[in-house]
């Protein structure tokens, strides 16, 4: 298909070519600032509008009607993504990005996604222009006879951009005098654009059968490309930037490339001390309050520095924080200066030094009087030691001193033809040997103060059995819990079963005939109970223990009252004495 283009200068087509050159420079110019908020969909939306009208432009410049219809499908990429676009602006300039983001956003382009395929391929179905012909001028576009699709999308677009009318209309009624000028200026500029749409959609042309549109177009887009520059609607960050210097609870200093302060906040100036208007003015008349700080940013540190500075006759300390600022190209253009006032912090730190200090201090001391108590622990565990080795001495010369007790009484015995002499000077063998036991325990034991009983018993039972020749046939049984005794106790209870163990084992039994001796010791609740038994004969009817002339009997009986303990005789057969006494540690 061949192109046949003739141009006119009507002023339609002045009018739609002037629109088409601002909205493409406007396009360019927001682009580059994109980042702001809008700025993106503003841009798109400035090249699609050029896009439309340009295309508008090829529309009467076409010759035939399927050139025009050709031009008339073009423009739609722009008649499908205006409405959106400007939703979109508006909903990212107010903050609302969550509806420009994601599925959501991608949910509001399917319908006009939908209407662009419809557009391209009206001839099979006629959906969107039932029917186009040629208008009776030429130099004009294509009569078009809109259809149902055509009217519902229109309903759609109309619909979002009604949307982000209220959205912008909300915001400016929430924020500052300077963004509502902003605000009001892309919401007049969208009016006149709507405005002449509805105009051109309604075939309601002006006196002389003029569409408004095209002139429309021209106004409102002059009049944005005006405010933009005027109200630096897309340098938004700036006044960002701004209000944040403004509130920022740090000082900020900013200084040109000449030395004048560009910048100067509340912060700053309640930190240095300085009053009144000083954008404009030298660095060095303004910081001559505070000298130390004036120094410091004089001599252009690269890095940051902590000062003392006098201000209003209050000392305070600062951290200054340098960078340097650069143009656009990358040339030095200024100074910016945070300053912090730190003053709190440095008397924390010498608070804290100061307690560190003290805390030093008390460090040697303790690091001292440690040392002197492990040099007295030392001297006294030496002590100890010797006291101990002393101690196991005793205990072994005791041992000793009893066992030539117990020989002498030996040899004594061995010197007398009297029976019951040598009878009487083996017993007093069989007790110093029971205390000379009691003492080698000790000392070969790791606990100088106490004796394990179990062990000590069965090796007095044992030294009684091999003393008295018993064989086989006489067993000893030993039910003894694991007790510990001191040498005040054990002593007196060791005595006691050597005379209750070798009377058992000199008249409980007859020759050859077997039996059996016991002894229990357990621990109660605040007493002990030691146990001594036979199963022999037993004792004579009538025998009463307490008024035996028996020198074994009266030493048991002794022993029982020195440990403040009590004796029960019983047993059948043969006899048991059950003897308690009060744990003393109770």
């Not at 915001?171 to 006149?192: C, H, Y």
Request: hydrophobic fraction near 45%; charge should be neutral.
């Amino acid at each position: 298909m061949s192109i046949l283009l003739a141009f006119n200068d009507t002023p339609y087509t002045i009018a739609m070519v002037i629109t088409s050159i601002v909205t493409f420079l406007l396009a360019w110019f927001v682009w580059k600032r994109r980042t702001s908020p809008g700025g993106l969909y503003f841009a798109l939306l400035m090249l699609v509008i050029g896009e439309w009208t340009l295309m508008a432009v090829l529309e009467m410049a076409a010759v035939d009607l399927p050139t025009k219809i050709l031009f008339g499908k073009l423009s739609y990429f722009a008649v499908v993504s205006i409405g959106l676009l400007f939703f979109s602006f508006a909903m990212d300039f107010c903050g609302n990005k969550a509806w420009v983001r994601g599925k959501r956003a991608l949910a509001l382009w399917i319908f006009p996604a939908v209407v662009l395929a419809l557009a391209f391929t009206n001839e099979w179905h006629g959906l969107i222009w039932p029917s186009i012909t040629l208008g009776p001028i030429p130099g004009e576009m294509a009569v078009y006879d809109h259809g149902l699709t055509f009217y519902l999308f229109t309903a759609y677009a109309y619909f979002f951009a009604f949307v982000g009318v209220i959205a912008l209309i909300t915001t400016a009624m929430k924020s500052s005098a300077e963004r509502r000028i902003q605000i009001a200026s892309v919401l007049i500029g969208a009016s006149l654009v709507i405005a002449g749409n509805l105009l051109h959609i309604s075939a309601i042309r002006l006196p002389g059968g003029i569409d408004p549109f095209p002139f429309l177009l021209v106004i409102a887009f002059v009049f944005a490309g005006w405010r933009i520059f005027g109200n630096h609607l897309f340098d938004i960050m700036t006044i960002a930037s701004a209000q944040i210097i403004a509130d920022a609870p740090d000082g900020v200093i900013i200084v040109d490339s000449q030395g004048l302060v560009v910048e100067l906040n509340g912060a700053a100036g309640r930190m240095i001390g300085v009053q009144g208007a000083v954008v404009g003015l030298p660095e060095r008349d303004v910081l001559a309050q505070a000298p130390g700080l004036e120094a410091s940013i004089w001599n252009r540190p690269e890095k940051a520095v902590e000062i003392r500075v006098d201000s209003g006759g209050q000392a305070r300390w600062l951290d200054i924080r340098p960078s340097r600022l650069r143009d656009g190209r990358g040339k030095p253009s200024g100074w910016l200066y945070v300053i912090r006032d730190i003053t709190d912090r440095k008397r924390t730190e010498e608070e804290l030094q100061a307690a560190y200090n003290r805390l030093m201090r008390s460090n040697e001391a303790l690091q001292k009087e440690i040392a002197d108590r492990e040099k007295a622990e030392g001297q006294a565990l030496a002590m100890l030691r010797e006291k101990e080795v002393l101690l196991k001495e005793i205990h072994h010369r005791v041992k000793n001193n009893l066992q030539i007790i117990s020989s002498l009484l030996s040899l004594q015995s061995g010197c007398s033809s009297d029976e019951s002499l040598a009878r009487k000077f083996s017993d007093s063998q069989d007790r110093i040997r029971t205390m000379a036991l009691i003492h080698e325990k000790l000392y070969q034991s790791g606990d100088l103060s106490h004796i394990d009983f179990k062990e000590y018993v069965g090796s007095l039972t044992g030294y009684l059995s091999r003393s008295y020749g018993v064989g086989g046939n006489i067993r000893m049984d030993l039910d003894i819990q694991e007790i510990s005794l001191d040498i005040d106790v054990a002593i007196p209870c060791g005595l006691i079963i050597n005379e209750l163990v070798s009377n058992s084992l000199k008249y409980a039994f007859s020759a050859e005939q077997p039996g059996r001796i016991y002894i229990g010791m357990i621990h109660g609740t605040g007493e002990y109970e030691l146990t001594v038994g036979d199963d022999g004969k037993g004792l004579p009817q009538g025998f009463d223990f307490h008024a035996s002339s028996s020198l074994g009997l009266l030493l048991v009986n002794t022993l029982v009252e020195q440990l403040g303990g009590a004796i029960l005789p019983g047993g059948t057969p043969g006899t048991c004495f059950k003897i308690t006494f009060p744990d003393v540690k109770k």
